[in-house]
């Protein structure tokens, strides 16, 4: 048996990449999900913590012990505790966000990020420029944070969030080579933002789709 786990800190992502991995991994792989939300809220709180840091890790090994071949974090905020991860579990794990940033970094060499916590801003931009060095790209990156855009969301003032966003990446896209929308949460804007920008327009989740898909075609 082969296993994906998919490791998750906000709940409606489940269902949305259950839906995107039903046609891009095989019948064979049985993928599971796993969720955590009060990782993210601790680490919104708490920061980069050493306790946040084992959270990770443990669950990592959770998803290793399970007989998972390949472990996806969801999560762009565990990005640095990931990395630790990577060091003690014995199984490929993907950050979310690591298909994304190559792509950024193939675009252009002005990067605007936008996201809407502060625990996303830093593991985000530090992805991105992780990636360039990799590649010998010198780049620009410009990270913004939306104020107010995720209390609104968490209200459930979705139109608010997506407005907020909206008019804040609009203006990073005009002073960029490429648009990274830094999170899960913020992939449903990049098809409207898309039409409206003169740049490419970038967002995680079907990016790491499609390198899931090349995992399992490889």
């Known amino acids: 048996m082969r296993?994906?786990?998919?490791?998750?800190?906000?709940?409606?992502?489940?269902?949305?990449?259950?839906g995107l991995l039903a046609g891009a991994v095989p019948a064979s792989v049985d993928t599971v999900h796993l969720l955590?939300?009060?990782?993210?809220?601790?680490?919104?709180?708490?920061?980069?913590?050493?306790?946040?840091?084992?959270?990770?890790?443990?669950?990592?090994?959770?998803?290793?012990d399970s007989g998972a071949g390949l472990i996806v974090f969801t999560c762009s905020s565990t990005s640095p505790a990931i990395d630790v991860a990577r060091q003690v579990v014995g199984v490929p794990i993907m950050k979310i966000d690591d298909p994304m940033a190559a792509r950024a970094v193939e675009a252009g060499s002005r990067i605007g990020i936008v996201c809407t916590t502060s625990s996303t801003r830093g593991p985000s931009e530090a992805l991105v420029r992780e990636h360039a060095a990799k590649a010998g790209k010198r780049v620009?990156?410009?990270?913004?944070?939306?104020?107010?855009?995720?209390?609104?969301?968490?209200?459930?003032?979705?139109?608010?969030?997506?407005?907020l966003v909206g008019e804040a990446a609009l203006a990073v896209a005009a002073r960029n080579d490429v648009l990274v929308l830094a999170q899960a949460s913020l992939a449903h804007l990049a098809e409207p933002l898309s039409a409206q920008a003169?740049?490419?327009?970038?967002?995680?989740?079907?990016?790491?789709?499609?390198?899931?898909r090349r995992f399992y075609a490889g």
Request: glycine share 4%.
């Open 140 to 163: 620009e990156v410009e990270a913004l944070l939306v104020p107010g855009a995720f209390d609104a969301l968490q209200a459930g003032r979705r139109d608010e969030h997506d407005r």
């Open 3 to 18: 296993r994906l786990a998919v490791l998750h800190t906000v709940g409606l992502l489940v269902e949305r990449f259950k």
């Open 198 to 212: 003169t740049v490419p327009v970038l967002s995680s989740p079907p990016l790491c789709v499609e390198a899931v």
């Open 36 to 64: 955590d939300e009060s990782l993210l809220r601790d680490l919104m709180r708490e920061g980069q913590t050493p306790s946040i840091v084992r959270r990770v890790v443990s669950l990592a090994t959770q998803a290793a």
